[in-house]
């Protein structure tokens, strides 16, 4: 790989407004986007079951699920659930724990490592919701993808033209 910025595809171009036909590539290659939100795969949590349809419905509604996608909507899905159960661990335990002898005696005291794992998982989450725009920053540079539901209401002259 040669030095400088990783390359776009055409249709984050397209959807952070930055397109243009003279740099395009040709014969790109296009995900097939999914008529149908797809059931969440085995193994995910329970936070992570609700990401997926959340993530899911919001990319379908856009125009942007592709079921090349799904192995990294499901792998954000992952990362969000181990998030709550770890934030979970450190509600439970505190953030703080004491390591006890055999005696019962407070040897020291140290961080609950699911701080670190809570942490972590948050991290990856948040790498992996960059590439989807989920998150605030994100979302600013995208715009609806071409299969995308127009919630905008049409004007009095579209409808009687038989629009909705």
Same mark, same amino acid.
């Given at each position: 790989?040669? *030095?400088?910025?990783?390359?776009? *595809?055409?249709?984050? #171009?397209?959807?952070? $407004?930055? /397109? ?5 590539? *040709?014969? !790109?290659?296009?995900? &097939? ?6 059931? *969440? ?21 856009? $125009?942007?699920? @592709? %079921?090349? &996608? ?5 792998? /954000? ?5 181990? /998030?709550?159960?770890?934030? @979970?661990?450190?509600?439970?335990? $505190?953030?703080?724990? @004491?390591? #006890?002898?055999? !005696? ?14 809570? #942490? &972590? ?25 071409? %299969? ?10 579209? #409808?009687?033209?038989? $629009?909705?």
């Amino acid at each position: 790989m040669g *030095p400088g910025r990783p390359a776009k *595809p055409t249709a984050v #171009k397209v959807l952070e $407004g930055t /397109y243009r036909p003279d740099r395009a590539m *040709p014969n !790109e290659v296009q995900p &097939d986007l999914l008529a149908h939100i797809p059931d *969440p795969p085995e193994g995910l949590g329970e936070w992570g079951v609700r990401e997926w349809g959340v993530v899911c419905r919001w990319l379908h509604d856009t $125009g942007n699920l @592709a %079921g090349t &996608d799904l192995s990294l909507i499901a792998a /954000y899905c992952n990362e969000v659930s181990n /998030y709550w159960e770890y934030d @979970a661990q450190v509600k439970a335990k $505190g953030a703080v724990i @004491a390591i #006890k002898s055999k !005696e019962g005696l407070v040897v020291r005291v140290q961080k609950n490592p699911f701080t670190g794992l809570r #942490k &972590d998982a948050l991290n990856e989450a948040l790498k992996l919701a960059t590439q989807f725009g989920f998150t605030p920053a994100a979302r600013t540079r995208l715009t609806m993808g071409a %299969g995308a539901v127009d919630t905008k209401p049409k004007s009095k002259l579209g #409808k009687l033209m038989g $629009g909705n």
